[in-house]
């Protein structure tokens, strides 16, 4: 079955980087997700990475993926309080490409 | 290029009665997907359209929730009669072939139920 994990909560200071990380069960998977949600506003992807990729980079953002472990990790550089959001990660799988959501990670960035 | 399209933004209502919402795609794009967000959890996926029929509707409660796509394009889902537990965000998002690609999230139904 599908399941998507990730820790409920990362504060980082301005300037800093931030890492945001996500386990995910189903071997299957052949899309991996990061999108941003700011509150009150809906769903706005960031990335993807395709399974048979380890990493992707774009701009502030660096997505690296252990398929071995099931483990995806974002990456963001010089995080800005407009950072400041819930991030989820997200896999797809299944004949029917079936997306499954993380609980979603909020990152606070402290000024 | 317009966006997702949901109505309405924010509705309050009393258990057992009934609600629907609306969601108007991006132009073009094939399918479309009902999404429930429960207030600190991620969204979980209630129904998938591709066209006018039915992808995968694995997780929609048959008993109260009901949803159609009529002429492939806006979708209605519809909750009759609503429970508390309810009390979620409706997300549309709408993707130009199956899932994937790109999905594009509209703002969201926010449902209360008392």
């Known amino acids: 079955g599908e399941d998507v994990e990730q820790s409920l909560f990362l504060s980082v200071r301005e300037g800093d980087s931030s890492v945001i990380n996500c386990t995910y069960t189903?071997?299957?998977?052949?899309?991996l997700y990061w999108y941003k949600q700011e509150p009150g506003a809906g769903l706005q992807l960031l990335t993807y990475?395709?399974?048979?990729?380890d990493m992707k980079q774009d701009q502030r953002l660096t997505v690296l993926l252990n398929k071995k472990d099931k483990h995806l990790s974002l990456r963001i550089a010089d995080t800005q309080t407009g950072d400041s959001a819930i991030y989820f990660c997200?896999?797809?799988?299944?004949?029917?490409?079936?997306?499954?959501f993380g609980i979603g990670t909020k990152l606070q960035v402290i000024p | 290029e317009a966006g997702v399209a949901q109505s309405p933004r924010y509705k309050i209502i009393e258990k057992r009665q009934s609600v629907a919402f609306w969601c108007n795609p991006i132009?073009?794009?094939?399918?479309l997907y009902w999404y429930q967000q429960i207030l600190g959890q991620g969204p979980k996926l209630l129904i998938q359209?591709?066209?006018?029929?039915?992808?995968?509707d694995s997780q929609l409660p048959k008993d109260r929730f009901s949803a159609e796509r009529l002429k492939g394009v806006d979708s209605t889902l519809k909750i009759q009669p609503a429970k508390l537990e309810d009390s979620a965000v409706y997300l549309c998002?709408?993707?130009?072939?199956?899932?994937?690609?790109?999905?594009?999230f509209g703002p969201g139904t926010r449902l209360t139920v008392l």
């Open positions: 998002a709408s993707s130009h072939g199956l899932a994937a690609d790109t999905q594009y």
């Open positions: 189903d071997s299957s998977s052949t899309y």
């Open positions: 990475i395709f399974s048979n990729m």
């Open positions: 997200a896999e797809i799988s299944g004949g029917y490409q079936k997306v499954t």
């Open positions: 132009s073009g794009h094939a399918t």
């Open positions: 359209f591709q066209n006018n029929g039915v992808v995968d």
